[in-house]
């Protein structure tokens, strides 16, 4: 029973599926792991470490493999030349990977979609969304930090005192409150606002100020947020106005589950802000949560650098490879059973996660999305 773990093919990935410290869980299970070379040297791992920690290196992995797993999903000639009854496990966004999902079924392949692993409490340890939302939650603060021409914190010397930054955070999820907490201990006065009530008593528990809006709280369900109408959109930018204008620095983190990322800052909110000031959109390539912004780039609005992000975790491939790879670990080990791959599809976790089976698209807005009948 192989398991192979793919090397990347999309531009710029520098994760890895598995790294040599967890090589050694999926042995025990009773799994032979294949690595292809090269596979882990983004993130520093050589085939040497994959070797030594038990793993097999070879061109050939995915020959035989019952299970691929990477992060980005596999190109489409990797899909096409795998038989029938292998399964991958890897983020597939399905929305825009219509065309990919029609191969893997077509191909007859199994496919389960880290994205769509169910947000329960039993999955917390295999939620990858969430693991990479905090390693690009941390980067945000430090790329806010590092872009600053000035102190995060407070510095009282005997050539004066020097304020410390103020920070505003737009969006406090799993990104969010580490960017919080990451600008917190570098010493910023941080500020931020969600539109979630929940999100109030979480922010002020990483030590920042929630800022209170007079609107109605938007709670969706699985603890989401809603989306906005274009009214309440409309009194949020205004009240939230004079509080990007005073920040040193803006980190924006806001999305909504299956929907483009709600724009919170217009390019006149940030014109308003002082000269040096930064602001960092983690939602650039959905959409932005910051008009103006580009995924990948910087750019000047106003007196502010205007930093977009593109797949932040990737700028820290170590940890956020690390992580991803217990999130698929655990996932393994919930669909081995007696010591085979074998996934129970009567498991909320397994059934929920999985887009493609038996030739079938598993996943039904998936299905609806390929023009297919739904039940
Ligand atoms: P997300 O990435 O979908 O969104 C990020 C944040 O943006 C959310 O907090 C959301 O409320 C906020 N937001 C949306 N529209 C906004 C707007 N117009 N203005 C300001 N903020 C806005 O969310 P996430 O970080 O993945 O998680 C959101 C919630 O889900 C959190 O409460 C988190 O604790 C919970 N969660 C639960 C589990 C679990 O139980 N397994 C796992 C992960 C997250």
Redesign the pocket.
């Known amino acids: 029973m192989r398991i192979a773990v793919a090397k990347e093919s999309r531009q710029g990935e520098t994760r890895v599926a598995l790294v040599p410290e967890l090589v050694g869980k999926l042995t025990a299970l009773g799994y032979t792991v294949v690595v292809e070379p090269g596979a882990g040297l983004g993130a520093l791992h050589a085939d040497e470490e994959y070797a030594a920690a038990g793993a097999e290196v070879s061109e050939a992995a995915l020959d035989g493999a019952v299970l691929v797993v990477s992060v980005a999903p596999l190109d489409t000639t990797r899909v096409r030349s795998l038989p029938a009854g292998t399964a991958t496990l890897s983020f597939l966004p399905v929305n825009q990977s219509l065309d990919l999902v029609a191969d893997l079924r077509d191909c007859g392949l199994t496919s389960f979609a880290m994205e769509l692993v169910?947000?329960?409490?039993r999955?917390?340890s295999m939620?990858a969304?969430?693991s990479q939302?905090l390693v690009a939650g941390y980067r945000s603060a430090i790329v806010a930090a590092g872009l600053l021409h000035r102190f995060f914190p407070l510095n009282m010397t005997a050539a004066g005192t020097v304020p410390p930054a103020q920070v505003v955070v737009?969006?406090?999820?799993?990104?969010?409150?580490q960017a919080i907490a990451t600008a917190k201990r570098l010493g910023a006065v941080v500020k931020a606002?969600?539109?979630?009530a929940?999100?109030a008593e979480?922010i002020r528990s990483v030590g920042a100020q929630a800022i209170e809006l007079e609107l109605e709280s938007?709670e969706g369900t699985?603890?989401?947020?809603?989306?906005?109408t274009e009214e309440r959109?409309a009194r949020?930018l205004d009240l939230l106005a004079p509080y990007i204008a005073a920040a040193d620095a803006l980190i924006t983190?806001?999305?909504?589950?299956g929907r483009q990322?709600?724009m919170?800052v217009t390019a006149a909110m940030v014109e308003q802000m002082s000269p040096g000031s930064v602001v960092v959109d983690l939602a650039a390539e959905s959409g932005g949560?910051v008009e103006g912004s580009v995924p990948g780039q910087v750019v000047r609005i106003g007196h502010a650098q205007v930093w977009g992000g593109a797949n932040v975790p990737a700028q820290m491939p170590g940890p956020a490879s690390r992580l991803y790879a217990q999130n698929i670990v655990n996932l393994v080990t919930l669909m081995t059973r007696d010591g085979a791959f074998d996934p129970d599809f009567d498991d909320e976790i397994v059934a929920g996660s999985c887009v493609t089976r038996d030739g079938t698209v598993a996943h039904e807005p998936t299905r609806a999305a390929l023009g297919e009948e739904t039940a």
């Open positions: 169910p947000r329960i409490s999955a917390q939620d969304l969430s939302a737009l969006g406090a999820g799993v990104a969010g409150l606002y969600d539109v979630r929940a999100a979480e938007l699985g603890g989401y947020a809603r989306e906005m959109a949020q983190t806001a999305a909504v589950p990322a709600p919170l949560n």
